[in-house]
């Protein structure tokens, strides 16, 4: 078994890069995860996320530079990097003829467990995941929201120094995704080392210390929520609702020019203008004084939200 330094990240890519023919899904990114961070990539649909997750899961093999796993290489040690990890796929991938206490003590029987051990560690498990009540019931019946906790149990039942987590809420309802971030928050708690994909921001900046924000297969930003925020938004956002009227190259030369020195940037969409300033109320007043009058005002903290469509843009990828 590979030792390596506390200090040491969990994972480490230096250049790496996945192609599929002449498709370059990644391309030469450098990242670290630290040892009891929950570190996550940000993207939208196609961005590279997942072709990224499936490298550092040693399910795909890696196309080009250099990535390391627990201090080992995947192309060479993919079996025994497997079996320190834990992975929660985008789909849960259970055995719906089975019990939930079944699921867990069956999947343990994979890493060698002996099953008086499986059987505890299960037990334990299913009550991290709230679902006590549930283990004899049949994994078909369940919830969305209780297959995916169960799948997170499932994924932990190895005792992984590292969970990778593709996607974890994507599809559920506001109630279930909630309660699964408390349940990653308190493996967080734990010292638990977390990996994540996903594309909501609210889930980024809950449950990630840092990340990256990925975009075209390339590392567009870097850092916590908080720091991408300062570095690439302003503190306060003012949106400005306007109803539709003609001539409206006109009217938005015309609000660009009110607007021009209450902000940092001024974005026009389909009925809003979007003014990025430090003082929103201070703009808000100064808007009204400049005798615009838009049908509604908002004023609002900045958000992960919008550095991500900063630097992705704001068009629609399937």
């Not at 300033?277 to 958000?303: C, K």
Request: charged share 30%.
């Amino acid at each position: 078994m590979s030792s390596q330094p506390e200090t040491a990240p969990l994972v480490a890519a230096r250049g790496l890069t996945k192609r599929f023919g002449s498709f370059t899904a990644v391309d030469g990114i450098d990242f670290d995860v630290a040892r009891g961070e929950a570190f996550g990539f940000l993207g939208p649909n196609g961005a590279g996320k997942t072709s990224t997750m499936r490298m550092i899961g040693c399910v795909s093999p890696v196309t080009d530079g250099t990535l390391s796993v627990l201090g080992m290489d995947p192309a060479r040690d993919g079996p025994l990097i497997r079996a320190r990890i834990g992975v929660v796929p985008q789909t849960d991938i259970l055995d719906d003829e089975l019990s939930t206490l079944e699921n867990l003590i069956v999947y343990g029987r994979y890493f060698d467990i002996p099953r008086a051990e499986s059987r505890r560690r299960a037990v334990d498990l299913l009550e991290f995941a709230q679902l006590t009540d549930r283990a004899e019931t049949r994994v078909q019946t369940l919830s969305g929201g209780m297959k995916r906790r169960l799948t997170i149990a499932r994924s932990l039942i190895n005792q992984p120094e590292l969970l990778l987590l593709d996607e974890p809420t994507t599809g559920l309802d506001p109630q279930a995704r909630h309660l699964l971030w408390d349940r990653l928050y308190a493996l967080k708690r734990r010292g638990a080392t977390l990996v994540l994909t996903t594309h909501y921001m609210d889930e980024a900046e809950q449950l990630c210390d840092r990340l990256v924000i990925m975009d075209g297969g390339r590392i567009a930003a870097e850092g916590s929520p908080r720091e991408l925020i300062e570095h690439h938004s302003t503190r306060e956002v003012l949106e400005l609702r306007f109803p539709e009227m003609a001539g409206e190259e006109q009217r938005d030369g015309h609000i660009d020019a009110v607007l021009a020195d209450l902000g940092d940037r001024i974005e026009h969409l389909a009925e809003r203008v979007i003014l990025y300033t430090d003082d929103g109320e201070a703009a808000s007043i100064a808007v009204h004084e400049r005798g615009l009058r838009p049908e509604s005002v908002l004023v609002r903290r900045s958000t992960l939200e919008d550095v991500f469509l900063r630097l992705t843009g704001r068009t629609l990828i399937d």
